[in-house]
């Protein structure tokens, strides 16, 4: 792009419905907030457990802090790497079943460090259509041949990995999807990367903390193998921010070795490691946090006919509208009302399929997710339930 042409693209963005503004939060991330003055009942976090304000978590922040101060100072392989980064490593090993996780600032930066330095020009990478955006672009910086296939179709996964003369595959799912809230099938993945000799790579941003009694995928579907590779956040169920991968000893001391956006970043402030090892503490003592996640997800799906919404039983729930101008009119229309249900527009979502992405919490009560379902009956484009789309 040239300087003259960004401004003229971003009027195109705007007439598109596509151009993106930042909602200003002027409260703590909880079920009720503040965003540019206004007071809302909030479905929009990745807060599913409601940690982002705990004071458990606050308080271990706080602490570590007072003892280490605000900042690394330095990436891990310099001087940036201390005892509160090693007790969270361990923590988190614990805690999901591997034997050695590693820290990132981000899972954008994990998702890229595990695909680059394990991949190259003459390997294969397989991802599910639908994979978060890190992922995808961690296949493409790996110079690998990326192939997908269509969304959870196993069939065309193993025609594809059969046909590969690769010397070294991976396959790439999302343990919950993002955006449709939807889960990979795990078992049969792990299989099927037997099968073909191939890494599976498992990105649980939407799973960890709630799945596996809040252990994850690979504890709910009882997984561990060499070629397994899991990431889980930290800026989501866990409350804090960054993320971390799990795997095998020899897998971490690659990535440790060879993960360029591990080697070439910051590391973590040593409060945010203290504070996920508080998260985990909460996660471990406070299983009604996740119970209560999914009694809500099972009210939703109970009362979700008024709109189309797949079957899904976590904490995302998405009401699919189709068109970019009705998603952010039904969007608005709630806002209206005092409720916050973000609208999900392409390039995030494929071209038609614009969606309110409902986000549950366990700080919501029953009574929001009540008024939720209330004030989405009235905006439902049919009032008759025996019409309503599935
Ligand atoms: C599936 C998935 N993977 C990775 C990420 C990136 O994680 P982070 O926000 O920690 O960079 C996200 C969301 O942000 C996500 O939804």
């Given at each position: 792009?040239?300087?003259?042409?960004?401004?003229?693209?971003?009027?195109?963005?705007?007439?598109?419905?596509?151009?993106?503004?930042?909602?200003?939060?002027?409260s703590a991330q909880?079920?009720r907030?503040v965003?540019?003055?206004?007071?809302?009942?909030?479905?929009?976090?990745?807060?599913?457990?409601?940690l982002?304000?705990?004071?458990?978590?606050?308080?271990a922040?706080?602490?570590?802090?007072?003892?280490f101060?605000?900042?690394?100072?330095?990436?891990?392989?310099?001087c940036?790497?201390?005892?509160?980064?090693?007790?969270?490593?361990r923590?988190l090993?614990?805690?999901?079943?591997?034997p050695?996780a590693l820290?990132?600032?981000?899972?954008?930066?994990?998702?890229?460090?595990?695909?680059?330095?394990?991949?190259?020009?003459?390997?294969?990478?397989f991802?599910?259509?639908?994979?978060?955006?890190?992922?995808n672009?961690?296949?493409?910086l790996?110079?690998?041949r990326?192939?997908?296939?269509?969304?959870n179709?196993?069939?065309?996964?193993?025609?594809?990995?059969?046909?590969?003369?690769?010397?070294?595959?991976m396959?790439?799912v999302?343990?919950?999807?993002s955006?449709?809230?939807?889960?990979?099938?795990?078992?049969?993945?792990?299989?099927?990367a037997?099968?073909?000799d191939?890494w599976?790579?498992?990105?649980?941003?939407?799973?960890?903390?709630?799945?596996?009694?809040g252990?994850?995928?690979?504890?709910?579907h009882?997984?561990?193998?060499?070629?397994?590779?899991?990431?889980?956040?930290?800026?989501?169920?866990?409350?804090?921010?960054?993320?971390?991968?799990a795997?095998?000893?020899?897998?971490?001391?690659?990535?440790?070795?060879?993960?360029?956006?591990?080697?070439?970043?910051?590391?973590?402030?040593?409060?945010?490691?203290a504070?996920?090892?508080?998260?985990?503490?909460?996660?471990?003592s406070?299983p009604?946090?996740?119970?209560?996640?999914?009694?809500?997800?099972?009210?939703?799906q109970?009362?979700?006919?008024?709109?189309?919404?797949?079957?899904?039983?976590l904490?995302?729930?998405?009401?699919?509208?189709?068109?970019?101008?009705?998603?952010l009119?039904?969007s608005?229309?709630?806002?209206?009302?005092?409720?916050?249900?973000?609208?999900?527009?392409?390039?995030?979502?494929?071209a038609?399929?614009?969606?309110?992405?409902?986000?549950?919490?366990?700080?919501?009560?029953?009574?929001?997710?009540?008024?939720l379902?209330?004030?989405?009956?009235?905006?439902?484009?049919c009032?008759?339930p025996?019409?309503?789309g599935?």
């Amino acid at each position: 792009m040239r300087a003259d042409e960004l401004a003229p693209a971003l009027c195109a963005l705007e007439a598109a419905h596509r151009r993106r503004r930042r909602p200003c939060l002027e409260s703590a991330q909880g079920a009720r907030v503040v965003v540019d003055g206004q007071p809302l009942l909030a479905f929009a976090s990745n807060d599913y457990l409601g940690l982002a304000a705990h004071p458990h978590l606050a308080d271990a922040a706080q602490a570590a802090i007072g003892r280490f101060g605000v900042g690394a100072g330095a990436s891990h392989l310099v001087c940036g790497h201390g005892t509160l980064h090693e007790e969270a490593e361990r923590g988190l090993a614990a805690w999901t079943g591997c034997p050695r996780a590693l820290l990132f600032g981000s899972g954008y930066a994990a998702n890229l460090a595990v695909i680059t330095s394990l991949l190259g020009r003459d390997d294969e990478v397989f991802a599910d259509r639908l994979v978060h955006a890190s992922l995808n672009d961690g296949c493409q910086l790996s110079r690998a041949r990326f192939t997908r296939f269509p969304h959870n179709d196993l069939a065309r996964l193993a025609a594809q990995l059969a046909a590969s003369r690769a010397r070294s595959k991976m396959i790439v799912v999302d343990a919950v999807y993002s955006m449709d809230g939807d889960e990979a099938p795990l078992t049969a993945l792990l299989a099927l990367a037997r099968q073909h000799d191939a890494w599976l790579f498992v990105d649980d941003a939407h799973g960890f903390g709630l799945t596996g009694g809040g252990r994850g995928a690979l504890a709910e579907h009882a997984l561990a193998d060499e070629r397994l590779i899991y990431m889980g956040t930290l800026g989501k169920a866990a409350g804090v921010a960054g993320a971390f991968v799990a795997g095998s000893e020899t897998l971490i001391e690659w990535l440790v070795n060879r993960g360029r956006s591990y080697i070439y970043t910051t590391a973590l402030p040593p409060a945010l490691a203290a504070a996920t090892l508080a998260a985990l503490d909460v996660m471990a003592s406070e299983p009604w946090r996740r119970e209560r996640v999914f009694a809500h997800a099972r009210a939703v799906q109970a009362a979700g006919r008024a709109w189309p919404m797949p079957q899904v039983r976590l904490a995302i729930h998405p009401v699919i509208i189709g068109g970019d101008a009705e998603t952010l009119a039904v969007s608005q229309a709630l806002r209206e009302q005092g409720i916050w249900v973000p609208p999900i527009r392409p390039p995030t979502v494929p071209a038609g399929q614009a969606r309110l992405r409902i986000s549950l919490s366990a700080a919501h009560e029953d009574g929001d997710v009540a008024q939720l379902l209330a004030a989405l009956g009235q905006l439902a484009p049919c009032t008759d339930p025996n019409e309503r789309g599935a």
